[in-house]
């Protein structure tokens, strides 16, 4: 059973930076041909598509976001990380992880989620 865990502080200041782990227990973030994805959900809105990291390491972006957003990941330690750079209350959100199954968005695990607020 594969299970992810979203981590990170949950109230960030405004310009700051936004920084979350997601650890996968249960599989390797390395196995053919997983996507792992940051998806988030602002109130009272859907969920976004933010960016994925492949199972060889390639990363792709959510054009919006593109400019302010990196996702890397750790293989010893089976995570994963999004960088949100100078966040606005905007990007207030739950945040979540997802396995995506072979990059068309159709994720079969997802992580708990995780609320951020961007306040001073």
């Known amino acids: 059973q594969v299970q992810l865990q979203e981590s990170g502080p949950g109230l960030v200041k405004p310009s700051q930076t936004l920084s979350l782990t997601c650890t996968v227990s249960?599989?390797?973030?390395?196995?053919?041909?997983?996507?792992w994805t940051w998806i988030r959900q602002p109130p009272g809105k859907g969920l976004e598509w933010m960016g994925a990291?492949?199972?060889?390491?390639?990363?792709y972006y959510s054009p919006p976001l593109k400019s302010r957003t990196s996702i890397s990941r750790d293989t010893a330690k089976n995570q994963f990380t999004l960088q949100l750079n100078s966040v606005t209350p905007e990007d207030t959100a739950v945040y979540y992880c997802?396995?995506?199954?072979?990059?068309?968005?159709?994720?079969?695990?997802w992580g708990q989620g995780t609320q951020v607020i961007v306040s001073s």
């Open positions: 997802a396995r995506d199954l072979d990059g068309t968005r159709s994720y079969d695990y």
């Open positions: 249960g599989g390797s973030i390395t196995t053919n041909y997983y996507y």
């Open positions: 990291i492949s199972y060889s390491g390639t990363t």
